[in-house]
């Protein structure tokens, strides 16, 4: 017999009248998307994402209504692949929930074996959604600038929006594989706070002069960005010969305006990071190597705040200003 409730929370996402309205209902488990694996839900997370599909600031759901939440860990409780038993841990993150599938926010989550993941041996949900896709993002950034040779020894790597949720895991990853760091934020006020994560060195972006050179001196080995534009740019020309400047976000500007000279002479690498186009089984080995090589080891200070479903509204605005530090835990 089925342990699921014939009713269960769920923080849901609507369109009426052209607008977006979202917050909690009663739900069935016949009211979401079909999936392979049903896990009765532990953790979730907040992500810049799901705050724009919560209030509409963005277009992020395909289609409506659907539960919010991009991400997910819980237990198996029921499923039909054979990959997955009953009572084990699966994260599903990054992989169209809250977009085209109902998301994590809700007592119970039903997922397509392709999103499912195994939790490696040595996290627990609640890490695993401390880490979340932002974590994620921030991971694969550094699986591939790891992969393209880069190393300590090629001086600091830079990390653009770091008080935010990517700022903040890519400098304690970074600083967990051997990698100092210079942090760039907005806040003055939170030296201590990024210090305490493992940044060495702080710029303060309003004080920062952005020269207009086609190439910066070389100050830093690579770079983890989160915000974009010209900020982007003056990474990539203050790069070292052969460092790696992964790009994972837009906070303040999709466009890039650059130059070539960083590339061909100093032959820079530019990463692109989507954590959502990898195939499954790429995705498992990146969280295998978050657990094992790059574990933040100040997650207890990254994580700011846990909220309950009911409480998730009055947490999307902070997302939507920028004034949020570090990540924000579900616990459902
Ligand atoms: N590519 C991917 O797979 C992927 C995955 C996850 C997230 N993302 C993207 O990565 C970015 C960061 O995500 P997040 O979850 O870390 O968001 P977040 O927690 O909201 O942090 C973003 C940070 O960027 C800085 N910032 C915000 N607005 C800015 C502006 N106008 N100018 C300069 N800096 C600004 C702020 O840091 P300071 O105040 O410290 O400067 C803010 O805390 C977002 O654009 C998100 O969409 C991409």
């Avoid at 009765?40 to 939440?69: M, Q, V, W």
């Avoid at 020269?211 to 740019?233: C, H, M, T, Y």
Wanted: proline share 4%.
């Amino acid at each position: 017999m089925s342990s699921i409730p014939n009713q269960f929370t769920c923080f849901r996402i609507n369109q009426k009248d052209e607008k977006i309205v979202s917050g909690l209902e009663m739900v069935s488990i016949e009211d979401i998307n079909p999936g392979e694996v049903t896990l009765k839900t532990e953790y979730s997370s907040i992500n810049y994402k799901d705050a724009l599909a919560a209030t509409g600031a963005g277009k992020i759901l395909r289609k409506f209504p659907l539960i919010g939440g991009v991400d997910v860990a819980g237990e198996v409780v029921e499923s039909e692949d054979p990959r997955f038993s009953i009572g084990d841990k699966v994260i599903a993150a990054c992989s169209g929930l809250s977009e085209t599938n109902d998301g994590g926010y809700s007592e119970y989550t039903r997922i397509s074996s392709e999103a499912a993941i195994q939790l490696p041996d040595k996290i627990d949900t609640k890490t695993a959604m401390a880490i979340g896709t932002a974590g994620f993002a921030a991971g694969l950034a550094v699986f591939k600038m790891k992969l393209n040779m880069q190393t300590p020894e090629m001086g600091p790597i830079v990390v653009t929006g770091a008080t935010g949720g990517v700022g903040s895991i890519a400098i304690d990853m970074l600083s967990t594989s051997g990698f100092e760091t210079t942090a760039i934020t907005r806040k003055k006020t939170h030296d201590e706070y990024l210090r305490s994560i493992g940044t060495t060195n702080i710029l303060c972006l309003e004080e920062m002069e952005i020269g207009e050179r086609p190439l910066e001196k070389a100050q830093f080995g690579g770079g983890i960005d989160n915000v974009g534009g010209d900020l982007l740019s003056w990474v990539l020309r203050s790069t070292v010969p052969e460092g790696n400047v992964a790009s994972i976000g837009l906070a303040a500007d999709f466009k890039l305006p650059t130059n070539v000279m960083p590339f061909i002479l100093r032959g820079v690498n530019l990463l692109g990071v989507n954590s959502t186009t990898l195939p499954n089984s790429f995705k498992q080995e990146v969280w295998e190597d978050i657990a094992n090589n790059m574990l933040p080891k100040k997650i207890e200070d990254i994580v700011t705040k846990e909220v309950s479903l009911k409480e998730l509204p009055e947490q999307f605005q902070a997302f939507l200003d920028g004034s949020i530090v570090g990540r924000v835990l579900v616990k459902v």
